[in-house]
């Protein structure tokens, strides 16, 4: 009976034949520039993002001004939820070095970045130490320095008769995507040593003997640098840390957010033209279906009476609807595909720019999303077909 039910409703969509090609155009009209819009949308999307990520120190946070921060303030801010590496920050003003090369002439201001190993910002590289350091890409194109070249570095203090001075060995340069400006990542003890010449300690490393002894100095610590997870962490885990601390934060959690609403507003764009045109799509499969049952009541009741059960008989509906769908899908991809073609020509030849990208998981999900709108409207014409009554309509009809 199943085979009886499906031949019937296969013959009935063929010999329909214009109304069959009507709905396919339907689905064509709503589902390409659906498609074109998606597209779009999703090249817009990944270009915003795009844009954002080559952002260097983009999940960064750092504290701004120079009060003390306590080492409970410190494991506070380190267990937020979100932070993936924190350290602390010596004072601002002691945060600098002269650099050169140790045969070189060219001479230009460092910064000096406290790191250790954890930090996401060395990526797979092995942490600094008081001798072996990494350097920034803006360092190395200001002294025209490469990994294993000798770097000389100084600085001076009010009150200090001498600069502390030292050489270092460059052991990697990070990449401009990695770490913005010129500076040189060397390990916390590093940074300490510098505020304790500052404050009139001896710093044998640095070639300070005199002063007090280095032993006798309490560290403290005038900030954080803090790395978290993902972008969405960067704006609450500022706003926390700001609260924590009472002090304000550098971070590019405003950047993050202005781009993040963007593809939100994007997303919610095509989504209410992707619900008008399914309902568009929904209601006119559905007016057909229905139209289809109406035209074949006849028939559909004199096989129901030759012993066709109910549910032998929902592949009436099912079928064509299935069909339909699937094919005007399809035939919309491949609309889909020549227009990007046509796009990309157009751009080949001077025309402006066109970013369309349709992921496997957007086709899917298409697919998909016909599957269940081929469910939805089959079961608004289920509905009309269970109301015949086949005795009835034989008996109006003899």
């Known amino acids: 009976m199943k085979a009886l039910v499906l031949k019937l409703s296969l013959r009935d969509m063929l010999h329909h034949r214009l109304e069959l090609l009507c709905n396919l ?12 819009v998606l597209g779009a949308k999703n090249g817009l999307t990944a270009g915003l993002l795009d844009r954002l990520n080559q952002q260097p120190g983009l999940l960064d946070i750092e504290t701004t001004g120079n009060e003390a921060v306590s080492d409970a303030q410190f494991d506070a801010v380190a267990a937020l939820d979100g932070v993936a590496f924190a350290i602390q920050k010596n004072r601002s003003r002691n945060d600098f070095m002269i650099a050169k090369l140790a045969e070189g002439t060219r001479f230009s201001n460092a910064r000096i970045i406290p790191t250790r190993a954890g930090d996401p910002q060395l990526g797979a590289l092995a942490a600094p130490t008081m001798t072996n350091v990494i350097v920034s890409a803006g360092l190395a194109a200001a002294l025209g320095a490469e990994t294993g070249d000798s770097l000389t570095v100084a600085t001076d203090a009010p009150g200090r008769s001498r600069q502390a001075r030292t050489s270092l060995i460059i052991d990697a340069v990070l990449p401009e995507a990695a770490l913005d400006g010129v500076a040189i990542l060397v390990p916390l003890t590093f940074a300490e040593q510098l505020e304790a010449f500052a404050e009139g300690f001896a710093i044998p490393d640095f070639g300070i003997t005199e002063g007090r002894d280095l032993s006798q100095r309490i560290t403290t610590y005038e900030g954080l640098r803090v790395t978290v997870d993902q972008l969405t962490d960067v704006g609450p885990v500022a706003s926390q840390i700001q609260a924590m601390l009472n002090r304000n934060t550098n971070s590019k959690a405003a950047q993050i957010a202005g781009t993040l609403l963007t593809v939100q507003y994007l997303a919610r764009a095509f989504a209410i033209i992707a619900l008008v045109g399914a309902v568009g799509v929904t209601a006119a499969l559905a007016a057909s279906l229905v139209n289809a ?7 559909i009741a004199t096989v129901m009476l030759l012993g066709a059960a109910r549910k032998d008989m929902v592949l009436f509906p099912v079928a064509p609807a ?16 020549g227009l990007v073609a046509l796009a990309n020509a157009l751009q080949a030849g001077g025309g402006p720019g066109v970013a369309m990208r349709l992921p496997g998981a957007d086709i899917a999900l298409l697919l998909l999303g016909g599957i269940l709108l081929a469910g939805l409207v089959s079961a608004l014409a289920i509905r009309k077909l269970f109301s015949v009554d086949p005795a009835i309509i034989l008996r109006d009809q003899s």
């Not at 339907?26 to 589902?31: D, E, K, R, S």
């Open 322 to 337: 299935l069909i339909t769908i699937m094919v005007g899908l399809l035939l919309s991809l491949l609309c889909y595909v």
């Open 25 to 36: 155009a339907l689905i064509l009209g709503i589902v390409v520039p659906l498609l074109a």
């Open 293 to 299: 049952v109406v035209r074949k009541r006849r028939a």
